[in-house]
């Protein structure tokens, strides 16, 4: 079964702190992944998009990585805000699921003035 | 404005009613996906349309209906048989050009009283 998984659930730092965000999956055949942030009771947020071709994606204060032999992906917020607060989800499409994504349970994350 | 409209926004039910959420795109994109979710999990998919005329069940499609007349609406009806309705719903679109970049709306929550 192809599954995606998020440790910890959640997180708590303080303003300033750089951190990483984990996702594994349990199949290396993907199409791509893409990490999302969602703020309480609202939809998703794109912030990342890896291709299965690619090792890193970059925006501002995140960067993404990928390694499939390993069924990893790590999200890397540098220097983190209390607006940073946020759950953040990664969602992986594999080859095998007819373009359908798989998405984590999400690390929900509070930043500390 | 393009993007992807979802409403209501809030929605509540009685047990043993039909309700319909909508969701309308104006993006141009020929896919578009229905999720659940629920407190503290990932997106779990309940149908998706590739095509207009055309529509597959997902994960858990049982207890719900969709219909894809229109390019850009894909309402989804919960059903009575739904056991356990309360929950967030969201309407998304993967963006063309294939990178398979998937685009949220903002969501529908529903309340069974």
């Known amino acids: 079964k192809q599954e995606v998984t998020q440790i910890p659930a959640a997180l708590s730092v303080p303003e300033g702190e750089n951190l990483v965000l984990n996702c594994s999956f349990t199949?290396?055949?993907?199409?791509?992944l893409q990490w999302f942030r969602q703020d309480p009771g609202k939809g998703l947020t794109s912030l990342l998009l890896?291709?299965?071709?690619?090792r890193e994606q970059t925006s501002g204060r995140l960067n993404a990585s990928l390694d499939k032999s390993s069924g990893r992906s790590t999200l890397y917020i540098a220097a983190s805000q209390p607006g940073d607060s946020a759950t953040y989800l990664c969602?992986?499409?594999?080859?095998?699921?007819?373009?359908?994504?798989?998405f984590g349970d999400g690390t929900t994350l509070t930043v500390k003035p | 404005d393009g993007g992807i409209t979802q409403s209501p926004k809030y929605l509540f039910r009685k047990e043993g009613q039909n309700v319909t959420l909508s969701c309308e795109q104006n993006?141009?994109?020929?896919?578009m996906y229905w999720y659940r979710q629920d407190p503290g999990q990932g997106l779990r998919l309940i149908y998706y349309?590739?095509?207009?005329?055309?529509?597959q069940k997902g994960d858990i499609a049982e207890g719900y209906s969709v219909s894809r007349e229109k390019k850009e609406s894909f309402p989804l009806t919960v059903t009575s048989a739904q056991k356990n309705p309360t929950a967030f719903y969201l309407c998304?679109?993967?963006?063309?050009?294939?990178?398979?970049?998937?685009?949220f709306g903002e969501g529908s929550r529903l309340t069974v009283l």
């Open positions: 969602a992986v499409r594999f080859l095998t699921n007819a373009g359908k994504s798989t």
């Open positions: 199949d290396s055949a993907i199409y791509n």
């Open positions: 890896i291709q299965s071709s690619q």
């Open positions: 993006l141009n994109h020929d896919a």
């Open positions: 349309s590739q095509i207009v005329n055309d529509f």
């Open positions: 998304a679109t993967p963006g063309p050009g294939g990178t398979g970049e998937l685009f």
